[in-house]
């Protein structure tokens, strides 16, 4: 497993596909902000529009563009200057959004992914918003949209599975590109440094795996004080912190889908012992792992 399959798995997704657009220019769709944890996705399959976050901050996007509001932040979706009349018609829980303009045409699918516990939420955050890559010369992606749309139209059984599956391969081929992109187009920190980046892929591909912060301040070829305030500029918490957000997100995931036993869990994640790693558990979601698991099978 490399860093980028380990990071979407550290999220621990559920996805929704919520909306699918046939638009026609003028029009403005606003989206309001979303609880943290809650990230919208809009993938734009034709034509082009702009996207504005609250700042008024413009972005363009053109066909093939994926486009992720990773903080759930509030953001514009528009063509034009002048509002339209939107038409909804619900179809098994995905929304057909149309309107009675005449200009451009636009199709776009858009959803959520909203990670299912709260360290997962918190690893979501050291993503840029908004993360904007062009998927569009992939030439499967065209083909993995419609199977999205369709099942997500038809509802069979198995469709909110494979639903889960095709999204998080759209997410993983959007961090993939986003990782080839050049670093002067990066809009995090944590992504554009290099030896910021060089140590979140060393993490990522092992992190419960024990780190010191001056172990990894030479990852990044930086002195050790450097390297800390880098790191909490870049990702709103201290390097610790995030190693710790990233095994408590694993062991939720673990107590949630599995049957391994507390301390099989403390150890694959890292801790030297069970009462060490329910006192980490704890401090970050108020309840004990049995506890956890116990509310989660109700």
């Given amino acids: 497993m ?4 380990r990071f979407v798995t550290l999220l621990d997704l559920e996805t929704t596909i919520e909306i699918f657009c046939r638009l026609q220019a003028p029009f403005r769709m606003p989206h309001e902000a979303d609880a943290p944890g809650t990230a919208w996705f809009h993938l734009l399959l034709d034509g082009h529009c702009t996207m504005s976050d609250a700042s008024g901050r413009a972005h363009i996007l053109q066909a093939g563009d994926f486009c992720l509001w990773s903080r759930g932040g509030a953001h514009l979706i528009f063509a034009g200057h002048s509002p339209s009349q939107f038409t909804e018609e619900s179809h098994n829980g995905i929304v057909q959004l149309s309107n009675d303009s005449d200009g451009e045409p636009l199709r776009m699918l858009c959803g959520t992914f909203t990670a299912r516990n709260r360290a997962a939420a918190g690893l979501m955050q050291v993503l840029p918003e908004p993360l904007i890559v062009p998927l569009g010369d992939i030439p499967q992606l065209q083909a993995l ?3 999205i749309h369709s099942e997500a139209q038809a509802r069979h059984a198995g469709s909110v599975s494979i639903i889960r599956a095709l999204s ?3 997410l993983l081929l959007a961090l993939r590109r986003f990782g080839d992109m050049p670093h002067e187009r990066h809009l995090n920190t944590l ?9 979140l892929s060393r993490i990522l591909t092992a992190p419960f795996v024990p780190y010191t912060t001056e172990g990894l301040a030479e990852v990044a070829c930086m002195s050790r004080a450097t390297f800390a305030r880098k790191f909490q500029a870049a990702a709103g918490c201290g390097v610790q912190t995030f190693i710790r957000t990233m095994k408590m997100s694993a ?8 049957k391994q036993a507390v301390a099989r869990i403390a150890e694959e994640t890292g801790y030297q012992s069970e009462a060490a790693f329910n006192n980490a558990f704890k401090a970050q979601f108020g309840v004990t792992p049995a506890r956890f698991r116990r509310q989660d099978e109700n």
């Fill in 2 to 5: 490399d860093s980028i399959d």
């Fill in 145 to 147: 949209c419609d199977l």
């Fill in 168 to 170: 998080e391969v759209l």
């Fill in 191 to 199: 992504f554009a440094d290099t030896g910021l980046a060089r140590v």
């Fill in 251 to 258: 062991a939720a995931k673990m107590l949630r889908d599995g």
